[in-house]
């Protein structure tokens, strides 16, 4: 079954009893990945992972982890991350069980409309299935308001808006932000606050934790010198290195379909203005020089790596701070090429 935006929040919020299956794809995999930890909280349930490898190996796997109970009898969501193509035939066998104890979460990153794996859980009453897009404008407000009512926090559409731009409109960082803006105002859902610019200012992503953008924007714009200074004011222990990813992954989706038109003979100052509201009015000089600086196919590969490094730093033990640095000034290097 396919879920729309007025219909996301509800189902994973009251998730369905009958619901073994959900699949949250697209670009946005932070949305996604909330997504799903709204479904494993809504459920008061544990999280067990599972690699999409073990599944390819035995299929049976899946269903048999589905169907597991809890050794200390409490709910569990079993997850998946990345979910391949490799849990094809075990998700046709948890689809087709008589019954099964346990759901499970699959976070697929972009899929083709011609996916197997979309088309099993679009086409089962058993399955959900949500495609996930970075929310823009009014959108971003909105995703940043609603989360901030699961924080008890009462917040207006402008400094909603300064938060979702502060956040790159990224929903993970925004709950991260939201959290601890919470504590700060002594919030809860129990006894409500008003979130003002005071507190933000105070405490918020701009004031500590950097500008996620413009260490992207450095990169894609080829200023080595300012990058490096920038990246020497990460902490060490790089929790910073996932946002920027993402805001470096943002603005590569904002570019290459941008970029495309212009290749396909578009004039730059129609693509620019046809953009209108996407960019930040400050942004839209330097916008416009990556646009003149990147083609299409550069872009591509850009994303191409965002996509391994951001999977590297979840999945793997490397220094994030020195991982992310060698991969932005890599390109910067390249953009001082072009």
């Given at each position: 079954?396919?879920?729309?935006?007025?219909?996301?929040?509800?189902?994973?919020?009251?998730?369905?009893?009958?619901?073994?299956?959900?699949?949250?794809?697209?670009?946005?995999?932070?949305?996604?990945r909330a997504l799903a930890a709204r479904v494993v909280?809504?459920?008061?349930?544990?999280?067990?992972?599972?690699?999409?490898?073990?599944?390819?190996?035995?299929?049976?796997?899946?269903?048999?982890?589905?169907?597991?109970?809890?050794?200390?009898?409490?709910?569990?969501?079993?997850?998946?991350?990345?979910?391949?193509?490799?849990?094809?035939?075990?998700?046709?066998?948890?689809?087709?069980?008589?019954?099964?104890?346990?759901?499970?979460?699959?976070?697929?990153?972009?899929?083709?409309?011609?996916?197997?794996?979309?088309?099993?859980?679009?086409?089962?009453?058993?399955?959900?299935?949500?495609?996930?897009?970075?929310?823009?404008?009014?959108?971003?407000?909105?995703?940043?308001?609603?989360?901030?009512?699961?924080?008890?926090?009462?917040?207006?559409?402008?400094?909603?808006?300064?938060?979702?731009?502060?956040?790159?409109?990224?929903?993970g960082v925004v709950a991260q932000e939201l959290q601890?803006?919470?504590?700060?105002?002594?919030?809860?859902?129990?006894?409500?606050?008003?979130?003002?610019?005071?507190?933000?200012?105070?405490?918020?992503?701009?004031?500590?934790?950097?500008?996620?953008?413009?260490?992207?924007?450095?990169?894609?714009?080829?200023?080595?010198?300012?990058?490096?200074?920038?990246?020497?004011?990460?902490?060490?222990?790089?929790?910073?290195?996932?946002?920027?990813?993402?805001?470096?992954?943002?603005?590569?989706?904002?570019?290459?379909?941008?970029?495309?038109?212009?290749?396909?003979?578009?004039?730059?100052?129609?693509?620019?203005?046809?953009?209108?509201?996407?960019?930040?009015?400050?942004?839209?000089?330097?916008?416009?020089?990556?646009?003149?600086?990147?083609?299409?196919?550069?872009?591509?590969?850009?994303?191409?790596?965002?996509?391994?490094?951001?999977?590297?730093?979840i999945f793997t033990a490397a220094p994030a701070r020195?991982?992310?640095?060698?991969?932005?000034?890599?390109?910067?290097?390249?953009?001082?090429?072009?």
């Open positions: 079954m396919k879920a729309t935006k007025p219909t996301i929040s509800r189902a994973v919020d009251q998730p369905a009893p009958d619901t073994r299956f959900y699949l949250f794809h697209g670009p946005d995999e932070a949305q996604s909280e809504a459920l008061g349930a544990s999280k067990t992972m599972i690699p999409a490898s073990a599944i390819k190996s035995d299929p049976a796997t899946l269903l048999d982890e589905a169907s597991a109970m809890s050794l200390f009898g409490g709910k569990r969501v079993v997850w998946i991350e990345p979910a391949t193509k490799d849990i094809e035939q075990g998700l046709v066998a948890l689809l087709d069980a008589p019954a099964t104890e346990n759901p499970v979460v699959a976070i697929a990153g972009a899929l083709t409309k011609s996916s197997p794996l979309l088309k099993l859980a679009e086409a089962s009453p058993l399955a959900l299935a949500y495609a996930a897009y970075a929310p823009e404008g009014q959108d971003a407000e909105r995703m940043v308001i609603d989360l901030g009512r699961r924080f008890g926090l009462k917040i207006a559409p402008p400094v909603a808006a300064r938060l979702a731009d502060g956040c790159g409109n990224d929903q601890k803006l919470a504590l700060y105002v002594d919030a809860s859902t129990e006894a409500p606050k008003e979130l003002d610019l005071g507190a933000i200012d105070e405490v918020g992503a701009e004031s500590g934790e950097g500008d996620f953008q413009k260490l992207a924007d450095l990169a894609l714009g080829g200023e080595i010198d300012s990058l490096v200074e920038e990246l020497t004011r990460l902490s060490g222990a790089g929790s910073e290195a996932i946002p920027v990813v993402r805001s470096l992954q943002r603005r590569l989706l904002m570019l290459a379909p941008a970029r495309a038109r212009i290749e396909h003979g578009e004039r730059l100052d129609a693509v620019m203005t046809s953009l209108g509201k996407a960019i930040f009015f400050k942004d839209k000089a330097k916008v416009g020089r990556m646009l003149n600086k990147w083609s299409a196919e550069d872009l591509a590969t850009v994303a191409e790596r965002a996509g391994k490094l951001e999977r590297s730093l020195e991982t992310l640095g060698e991969e932005l000034l890599a390109i910067a290097r390249k953009a001082r090429s072009l």
